[in-house]
């Protein structure tokens, strides 16, 4: 599978991104300085503070006139490059992401760049560190299996069930649409009107030789199915906004494509819904560019700014309903706070 990919190197930095965030098509890479740390939480949250400033002072003036590079890089010296950390490494990392873990229920946060499933091109998965993880959070369980799935580039609330019944029963309540899913995400441009549900059919088919979901103009068929999302603005900035997303429904890409294809506001750093092509980096206004200090041909590199920031399960347990909720990670605090938009 074809991608179209862009690489720029100074003497201590790579960057090396697609234009594609698809968590079962594409290839992910976000090449920076190495993490390193020995899975003491302290250690890694020192380790983690150097990189940061050796990242914020890497990028070669020479080949970074206008301050590009040196943006990205301290973007993704926020995020965790699990492409150079090695499986136990990752799970420990998980494991210190544990939000809930009671009932056989396991709640995660998440981390940017890692797929639940395996897959080409993925270097790392939960699956492949499933064995390691259990033996961290829940070594007495029968089992540890993911519930449902989220895209590799999207962070946030993700559940595990730890035995055979619990999962069996999430399963069933997803399917049977009583699980309520709140996402945050960052549009290009300010939605309007600022709050409302698109409800249209998606279904998916191959386009320009890739899958992808497409809206109700073309959705057709066995595999197309109407699903409702519920949107509302939470803060405006210039040409862009911070947008709640609110959806019962788990198909394949829905917040996306509905945001993107059927709304016209596509979530920023999504260049697969941009357009109906989606094969081509995403274009972003100006007044954003400037204030994220890239210009136009590098936005292809920003990350995918999609978190799962809450999941509500009714009556669970004992009869009471339960709300996880998962904090948004440095780097989209850090957008937010250079987008000037309020959470």
């Not at 992401?97 to 639940?116: H, R």
């Not at 961290?136 to 946030?156: A, F, N, Q, W």
């Amino acid at each position: 599978m074809s991608q179209q990919q862009c690489r720029y190197e100074s003497s201590h930095v790579t960057l090396h991104s697609d234009t594609d965030n698809d968590d079962e098509d594409e290839e992910f890479s976000a090449y920076v300085l190495p993490n390193s740390y020995s899975g003491d939480k302290s250690t890694y949250k020192l380790a983690q503070k150097i990189r940061n400033k050796l990242e914020a002072e890497s990028v070669d003036k020479a080949l970074d006139l206008d301050g590009s590079l040196r943006s990205l890089n301290k973007i993704y010296s926020l995020m965790p490059d699990l492409n150079r950390l090695p499986k136990d490494e990752v799970a420990q990392l998980c494991a210190e992401s544990v939000l809930y873990n009671k009932n056989d229920l396991i709640v995660l946060n998440k981390p940017y760049g890692l797929a639940v499933t395996n897959g080409a091109g993925i270097f790392v998965s939960l699956k492949s560190i499933l064995p390691i993880l259990k033996d961290l959070i829940s070594p007495k369980s029968e089992i540890l299996r993911p519930v449902h799935r989220l895209d590799r580039c999207t962070t946030g609330v993700l559940m595990l069930a730890s035995s055979k019944f619990r999962f069996l029963e999430l399963k069933d309540m997803f399917k049977r649409e009583e699980i309520k899913k709140t996402y945050i995400c960052i549009t290009k441009l300010v939605p309007n009107p600022s709050s409302g549900v698109i409800e249209a059919a998606l279904g998916e088919r191959r386009i320009s030789g890739r899958f992808k979901v497409i809206n109700n103009s073309m959705a057709s068929g066995a595999d197309a199915k109407i699903v409702k999302t519920e949107y509302s603005t939470l803060s405006v900035g210039e040409k862009c906004a911070l947008v709640k997303c609110t959806t019962y429904t788990g198909m394949k890409h829905q917040i996306r494509c509905h945001m993107g294809l059927c709304f016209g506001h596509p979530i920023v750093g999504d260049h697969k819904y941009s357009d109906f092509v989606g094969n081509r980096p995403q274009r972003l206004p100006s007044e954003m560019l400037h204030k994220l200090g890239i210009r136009s041909s590098k936005s292809r590199h920003l990350p995918l700014y999609l978190h799962a920031s809450e999941i509500e399960i009714p009556e669970f347990p004992n009869q009471k309903n339960l709300s996880v909720k998962a904090p948004l990670p440095n780097f989209f605090l850090y957008t937010l706070k250079r987008l000037r938009l309020r959470v």
